[in-house]
C-alpha cells in the first residue's frame, strides 16, 4: 500500500519530464507563437499519420517528425512578428 502512494506521489514529476519541442512562453506573443504552432495544419497531418501504440519505433519516428514541424511552425510565427532573428543553424535531423 505504501508503496502505491509512493508511486503515486512521484507521478507529477514524471509528467514534469515530458519533452517539450518549443520553450516556455515569457509573453502574450510567444504565447500565442507556441498555440498557432501547435494547431498548425503540418502538425496535424503528421499527428493523423500516427501509428498505434504498440508500434513504438515508428511512434518514435513520427513524434520526431511533430517536434520538428512545431519547432518550425513557432520559429516562423516568431520570425513573422520580428521575435526572432533571422537566419541560424537548422536543428539536426535524425537519419530516416
Known amino acids: 500500500m505504501t508503496r502505491a502512494l509512493a508511486a503515486l506521489a512521484l507521478l507529477p514529476l514524471l509528467g514534469a519530464c515530458v519533452n517539450d519541442p518549443l520553450p516556455r512562453a515569457n509573453t502574450p506573443e510567444e504565447a500565442a507563437c507556441r498555440s498557432e504552432a501547435e494547431r498548425a495544419p503540418e502538425v496535424r497531418a503528421i499527428y493523423e499519420r500516427m501509428p498505434p501504440a504498440q508500434n513504438a519505433t515508428a511512434r518514435e519516428r513520427v ?34
Do not use: D, H, K, S
Open 63 to 96: 513524434m520526431g517528425e511533430v517536434t520538428a514541424a512545431e519547432r518550425n511552425a513557432y520559429l516562423r510565427c516568431m520570425r513573422a512578428r520580428g521575435l526572432a532573428p533571422r537566419g541560424g543553424v537548422e536543428p539536426v535531423r535524425p537519419l530516416q
